[in-house]
């Protein structure tokens, strides 16, 4: 560092704390980092590392202190904020979004000022991957990449915005040797450029490869900053943990060759390993190392009898099926995904704690208050697990704590095979002991253990025997006694000697979808495009049917009906979709249909209708996005459940309209009737510009930065939100335009019925979800096309016709309608997964 880069602070804290309830989470924090410095924050689990994180990030409110950013004193809070004063964040759990691309990430994850125009961002990210020697191809979706290529990436676009402060969450956690390698040099190449680096790690062996000082948090308090180059690795770990801490590695006793066999896996396949034959026996820790992507989670996971394609596994003999008869056969499986995986995310700490051993604290199959309570509290103990209350989720934990929660469990359950994926990332040194200790109890006891490792130290240290896995086959099998993390990585790369033969090589391509010669133009091998395809079809095919058995349903005045009848679903179709993008749902739009309806009968008379016309329109529509904004701050500001808040709403609105129109009544002008039906050719001119407003709404969703964000924010609300997209307004904004649109849909029915009715949207409530999850849409958000919703309503109009065309019952109709239904969302459904089969088979074997 320069002497210039020295005088400049890049981060300054003062006396900044958080508390959540009773718990201190920081206190009294005050410190600085200087431009072109890489500092590293370390402390125990629940020490206030990753509080101090989602501080300087903004997502994170202190309750007391100032934070400094260069110059600009942060005052709201919030990403956006953070963001625009030049922090950039990676978080332990990361903020890429799965469904879309790596160049669409690589887009939103970069500050507005730094984006290309959104048409170059294939040929923009090409270029930046580039320069950072990322050989990713930016059209591949980011759900296809390895969890260490997709953390890479994460870094890479942090680092390429060159912020004033770049902050770094456990992010070498999930990386193997050379991926932290890459990591460490890539932290270099920021400071180099100006940035001040602050990274959280429980790896102090990366923190002396690269930190120049070293701060420390103990409980929540600022221990210090020390020189890296004055302080050793064991004072580091005596200064976090208040006390001296045995750092040493459990004794491993020499291995039997006729212990009990207790798992042996013959011929076993699944995705990206095998054929491979295995032998577990009683007393002995086995490690599973590799470079990232090689396999090692796959095989793991086909011990556990989860995703095989072929082999067998027997315990003691007894072939085993699924995994369901495994875990009763003592065979225990704990993923490396905590969030997704490992916990309950829903369930309190308790819960989570004591699922896996509810039988021993329950009498005649009632759970025992004060059992449970002794059992809770022997696990905090044994563990070291540090939490508030054991009623709280355990998202209100620390990552290592959560991965000792998970573990402890797991253990409760007294496995005789424990087959564990990275036992401790995210896990402080003496926590990281800890397991180490209990796991090799485990196997002392007469189990067998199996562990997958990124750290090749923690193999060394703690595995009795380790195989090293590349392209899915074992190509190494050493003593974990006198192996060292450099014998071990040096393994990685032997891909000529192969213990089990009978696997054809195969590389992994990180090509994008599709690509390898296909003449198809991309927009025809979309999945969005397939799905309307199917859809379209479908709704020829109900055409044709109808048709054959009365030859008027394909005529023009028919055709004209059904369009008509199309037109209101249609548009609250169209609302319905804009808030499902988002990740909510709106049940009140059909109660704002009929206050729609009813507001127009008391506007628009027979007579000159055009002005009243008008201020009906914008009547209708005001109370419409009224609407929204009421559902809007329900959900966003009160933080209620969508559903719950709009079926609030929705009787409310509902009232209202009945108390204007308690019975039907009050005639609409004929003119008006006459100008919302009338028709070119067979096509309503309402349908129509909607036809137009899809099309634009779709390129705009589709084809800009705006439309990128808002889906965004659908697929995932809180990593959009880390990313400095402002997710509550988009949401908020989403409500107001579904209630606007929904009171359109209301006029066009006015139009139709001719009268004011207060019930006459009643039965658009479900249809309004109906037809966008029929073109696509999802209920969890961030998918689907505006074009599918307008098909969804035009197929679910037909099926609304049919009763009268066929003269069936209304109920026969009814069944008919779910029954079309259900066939549309199976039929396209299934093509995809066989899609997504096809890909996973095309990039493996590429």
């Known amino acids: 560092m320069s002497e210039l880069r020295l005088a400049e602070l890049a981060l300054e804290t003062t006396a900044v704390s958080k508390q959540y309830g009773p718990v201190k989470a920081l206190s009294e924090m005050s410190l600085t980092v200087q431009v072109g410095e890489i500092r590293a924050l370390v402390g125990e689990n629940g020490s206030g590392k990753s509080t101090l994180v989602g501080i300087l990030s903004g997502t994170v409110i202190p309750n007391t202190g100032t934070v400094t950013v260069a110059d600009q004193r942060l005052t709201k809070h919030q990403p956006i904020e953070s963001q625009s004063a030049g922090v ?265 704690m004591t699922a896996g051993v509810l039988r021993k604290i329950s009498t005649a199959g009632i759970v025992s208050g004060t059992a449970e309570r002794r059992f809770v509290r022997n696990q905090t103990k044994d563990f070291g697990i540090r939490l508030g209350s054991p009623s709280h989720l355990p998202s209100s934990l620390s990552g290592g704590n959560q991965q000792k929660i998970a573990i402890s469990r797991a253990l409760a359950t007294e496995p005789k095979v424990f087959l564990i994926d990275e036992p401790t990332q995210g896990v402080d040194v003496r926590s990281r002991m800890e397991i180490y200790r209990m796991l090799r109890a485990c196997a002392d006891a007469g189990n067998a253990v199996v562990l997958v490792s990124s750290d090749a130290s923690e193999l060394a240290g703690v595995a009795d025997r380790i195989i090293v896995m590349s392209r899915g086959r074992i190509t190494a099998d050493m003593p974990g006694a006198g192996s060292d993390e450099e014998s071990i990585v040096g393994a990685f790369a032997v891909d000529s000697r192969v213990i089990d033969t009978g696997l054809a090589p195969f590389t992994v391509s990180l090509r994008a979808e599709g690509t390898g010669g296909s003449k198809l133009p991309k927009w025809v091998r979309n999945e969005e495009t397939i799905r309307l395809g199917v859809l379209a079809l479908l709704i020829v095919t109900i055409g044709v049917l109808a048709a054959i058995q009365n030859p008027t349903f394909l005529s023009g005045l028919s055709l004209r009906n059904v369009l008509l009848i199309a037109t209101p679903l249609a548009a609250v179709a169209i609302a319905q979709y804009f808030v499902l993008l988002v990740g909510g749902i709106d049940v009140s739009v059909g109660a704002t249909m009929s206050l729609s309806v009813v507001t127009v009968s008391y506007l628009v008379q027979s007579g000159d209708i055009f002005q009243s016309f008008f201020v009906a329109v914008a009547a209708a529509l005001g109370l419409g996005v009224l609407v929204g904004l009421i559902n809007a701050w329900l959900v966003e500001k009160m933080k209620l459940s969508a559903v719950i808040a709009t079926i609030a709403t929705m009787g409310i609105v509902t009232g209202i309209a009945l108390s204007l129109r308690p019975t039907p009544g009050g005639a609409i002008g004929y003119e008006l009737m006459t100008v919302l039906m009338r028709s070119v050719g067979i096509l309503p001119v309402a349908l129509l510009g909607l036809i137009v407003a899809v099309i634009v709404g779709d390129i705009l969703l589709r084809r800009t930065g705006l439309g990128l964000r808002v889906r965004a924010v659908g697929l995932n609300g809180i990593y959009a939100n880390r990313l400095g997209i402002q997710a509550t307004a988009i949401r908020a904004g989403a409500y107001m335009l579904c209630g606007m649109l929904a009171a359109l849909g209301g006029v066009f029915l006015a139009g139709q019925i001719g009268i004011g009715d207060a019930s006459v949207g009643e039965i658009y409530t479900l249809l309004a979800i109906a037809a966008p999850v029929i073109g696509g849409a999802s209920l969890l958000g961030g998918r689907g096309t505006l074009v599918g919703a307008l098909l969804g309503s035009i197929m679910l109009a037909m099926l609304m016709t049919l009763a009268t065309v066929l003269r069936i019952s209304q109920g026969a109709n009814l069944l008919f309608i779910g029954g079309i239904t259900l066939i549309a969302l199976v039929t396209y459904v299934l093509p995809l997964k066989t899609r997504v089969s096809f890909t996973k088979a095309f990039v493996r074997h590429r």
Do not use: C
Request: proline residues 4%; negative net charge; charged residues 20%.
């Open 88 to 352: 950039l964040t990676v978080f332990q759990d990361g903020s890429l979004l799965a469904s879309l691309t790596v160049a669409q990430n690589l887009y939103v994850g970069t500050p507005a000022a730094q984006r290309p125009k959104y048409k170059d961002i294939f040929s923009w990210a090409k270029g930046r991957l580039a320069d950072y020697d990322l050989e990713l191809d930016p059209n591949l979706k980011v759900a296809a990449l390895a969890p260490g290529d997709r953390q890479l990436l994460e870094i890479v676009r942090a680092v390429m915005a060159r912020p004033r402060l770049l902050l770094l969450d456990e992010a070498t956690s999930a990386l193997d040797a050379s991926g932290v390698d890459r990591v460490l040099e890539l932290m270099r190449r920021a400071a180099a450029h100006g940035s001040g680096v602050l990274f959280v790690t429980h790896r102090l062996s990366e923190v002396f490869r690269v930190a120049d000082a070293i701060s420390i948090l103990r409980d929540g308090r600022f221990v210090g900053t020390y020189p890296a180059a004055e302080v050793s690795p064991e004072h580091v770990v005596e200064l976090m943990a208040g006390t001296s801490v045995d750092t040493e590695f459990p004794n491993r006793e020499e291995l039997d060759p006729n212990a009990t066999e207790l798992l042996h896996a013959e011929s076993l396949a699944g995705d990206k390993f095998g054929p491979l034959s295995l032998t577990l026996r009683a007393g002995q820790i086995l490690g599973i190392a590799g470079a990232d992507g090689n396999g090692q989670g796959q095989l793991l996971r086909g011990l556990a009898t989860l995703g095989i394609s072929g082999g067998v596994v027997t315990s003691l003999g007894k072939s085993l099926s699924n995994y369901r008869q495994a875990a009763r056969d003592g065979i225990v499986f704990l993923s490396g995904d905590r969030k997704q995986e490992s916990l309950f995310q829903s369930l309190t700490i308790k819960e989570n």
